[in-house]
T-cell receptor, first 111, second 111 residues
Framework: SQTIHQWPATLVQPVGSPLSLECTVE??????LYWYRQAAGRGLQLLFY??????ISSEVPQNLSASRPQDRQFILSSKKLLLSDSGFYLC??????????FGNGTRLTVT | RKEVEQDPGPFNVPEGATVAFNCTYS??????FFWYRQDCRKEPKLLMS???SGNEDGRFTAQLNRASQYISLLIRDSKLSDSATYLC????????????FGAGTRLFVKA
């Protein structure tokens, strides 16, 4: 069966520091991969999605970037965090036209 | 206007009640439909897919009306543990494959 791993679960970082969140999927090949952010009490905002290695689409202009160095690995990064980057970050995977399956999420607090 | 719209609620119902949520989508090219459940500070989890003929899973019934472009979720005999946010989700493949999340409907079930 397919599983998705996301880490760390929580993170507290100072403003201006770098960020790297990692997500890996097991049990499937060539998945669609996604990074979402959810602010407190708000809906899900799609940040990036990828349909293959090295293929990244950005949904909104922002302080973040994403990379997919391997088929089942998706990384979210920032060179310098802003206070507004705080939120709940969720990685997800899917096959075309199938429902998304989410990782457990990373709660990021930028101080 | 958002592509997927839900009443944000909250819906406050007593245990044992029947509650219904509706969701409308604006893109007639939408192909597949789902309901997710999200508990506070947790990742969204797939509750059920929604099929054209309607489908039932225990106390939960989902229906799709393509002509009117709405999806519904009915919960019978509500339990305290049903308290959560319910997200309506739509997949479409126009201009690239996309998954669109509604902002969610908050449900509180009280003893």
């Amino acid at each position: 069966s397919q599983t998705i791993h996301q880490w760390p679960a929580t993170l507290v970082q100072p403003v201006g520091s770098p960020l790297s969140l990692e997500c890996t999927v097991e049990g499937t090949s060539n998945p669609n991969l996604y990074w979402y952010r959810q602010a407190a009490g708000r809906g899900l905002q799609l940040l990036f999605y990828s349909v293959g290695i090295g293929q990244i689409s950005s949904e909104v202009p922002q302080n973040l970037s994403a990379s997919r160095p391997q088929d089942r690995q998706f990384i979210l990064s920032s060179k310098k965090l802003l206070l507004s980057d705080s939120g709940f970050y969720l990685c997800a995977w899917s096959s075309d036209n199938s429902p998304l399956h989410f990782g457990n999420g990373t709660r990021l607090t930028v101080t | 206007r958002k592509e997927v719209e839900q009443d944000p609620g909250p819906f406050n119902v007593p245990e044992g009640a029947t509650v219904a949520f509706n969701c409308t989508y604006s893109n007639s090219a939408s192909q597949s439909f789902f309901w997710y459940r999200q508990d506070c500070r947790k990742e969204p989890k797939l509750l059920m897919s929604v099929y054209s003929s309607g489908n039932e899973d225990g106390r939960f019934t989902a229906q799709l009306n393509r002509a009117s472009q709405y999806i519904s979720l009915l919960i019978r005999d509500s339990k305290l543990s049903d308290s959560a946010t319910y997200l309506c989700v739509v997949n479409r493949n126009t201009g690239g494959f996309k998954t669109i999340f509604g902002a969610g409907t908050r449900l509180f079930v009280k003893a």
